[in-house]
């Protein structure tokens, strides 16, 4: 089997910006070619990513999908990619196209996880004029349809309706998109990364370390924590794994964890974030195809369980080959003949 890396630069980023995406992808691209894999990497810089793959056969050809949009097409989302990796008949890793969409619907997730039983911060999708509705303060001000923390800054927190109205406005002018507004959970903020199918596998929790920052609105994770080197939640936010939990916590956010996975349908591997309130649990978001750069709490998570980051992509790998036809007849008659005989 080969496999072949996608993933998305637009031109139009910033130079740092395209440093680092690049410098990531090959990252992975040389960790598989590390443990003896054939592999091929293509950037997708335009629209046409059936272009690229019409020069590799699904037969012999797995697609390690890390394409989050195409660029040139603003209506271009998530779902749509791997629905294109899906209609040219490719094996592809992470995550079904409907749950991908899923997850980018913010007020659906909610409702999901509600009638699973899991616990969600208060929210509502509000537009500026509705601001005067909203009475649960400090609140949040996030994208309802958006991942990657995009307009996330300390002003996301507001005090006041006069604030929340302005947050709205930059969530609608800024990404062309509605704004949900939350009961901010000023507590804990914990990530639990998950991998592997039939039975899935928890790794060492990651909390995120706000004790740096005095101000609430200033405790969490921001654009700038997640993709600007130098900035002050990029350099004073502290990841701790494993999470110092007592058994009890550790049991707790384990089960509502592989409830949500299961739940959602989830595969191959995901992030779920919680913030821990007066002893309650709340799951904030569900990450599937979440970012897996080797400085991220799921590549520092793995590391903790004794995989190198090589070790690791190979892994990802190793759930989405199960997946393949030939390598799953394969199994097929291995399991036979080991049952035989």
């Known amino acids: ?31 598989l070619k590390k443990e003896g894999i054939e592999t091929y990497i293509e950037e997708v810089r335009n ?15 797995i697609v390690f999908n890390l394409c989050e949009t195409l660029p040139g097409l603003v209506s271009c989302t998530e779902e749509k990619i791997v629905e294109i990796i899906e209609n040219r008949g490719f094996t592809y890793t992470g995550n079904k196209p409907e ?16 009638t699973l039983g899991i616990s969600v911060p208060y929210g509502a999708v509000l537009s500026m004029e509705e601001a005067d509705t909203w009475k649960i303060f400090p609140a949040i001000v996030k994208p309802s349809h958006e991942h990657c923390s995009l307009t996330i800054s300390e002003k996301s927190v507001v005090y006041n309706t006069s604030e929340l109205r302005e947050q ?17 959970i000023d507590g804990r903020e914990f990530h639990v990364s998950v991998w592997n199918n039939n039975e899935p596998e928890i790794l060492p929790l990651a909390e995120m370390d706000f004790s740096a920052f005095h101000e609430a609105r200033k405790r969490l994770c921001t654009y700038d924590s997640k993709n600007i080197p130098g900035s002050e939640h990029y350099e004073k936010i502290e990841i701790l794994i494993p999470a110092p939990l007592n058994e009890q916590q550790l049991k707790k956010i384990e089960k509502i964890t592989l ?32 970012d897996i750069s080797f400085d991220t709490s799921f590549a520092l998570a793995a590391e903790k369980n004794n995989y190198s980051y090589s070790q690791m992509v190979k892994r990802i790998i190793t759930m989405a080959a199960e997946r393949h036809p030939k390598i799953k007849e394969e199994l097929i008659v291995q399991n036979t003949f080991n049952n035989v005989f």
């Open 1 to 31: 089997m080969k496999i072949l890396i996608i993933y998305n630069l637009d031109p139009i980023w910033e130079n740092h910006e395209i440093k680092e995406v690049r410098r990531s992808n090959r990252m992975i691209f040389q960790s």
């Open 259 to 290: 409830t949500a996975w299961k739940g959602f349908g989830c595969l191959d591997y995901a992030r779920f974030d919680f913030r821990l309130r007066d002893d309650k649990f709340y799951l904030l978001d569900v990450n599937p195809n979440n």
């Open 99 to 114: 749950v991908i969409a899923t997850s980018y619907d913010k007020m659906k997730v909610k409702e999901i996880l509600v």
């Open 47 to 61: 629209p046409h990513l059936e272009k690229i793959l019409e020069a590799y056969d699904p037969s012999d050809t």
């Open 168 to 184: 709205i406005g930059v969530v609608n002018n800024e990404l062309n998109q509605s704004a949900i507004v939350e009961d901010f």
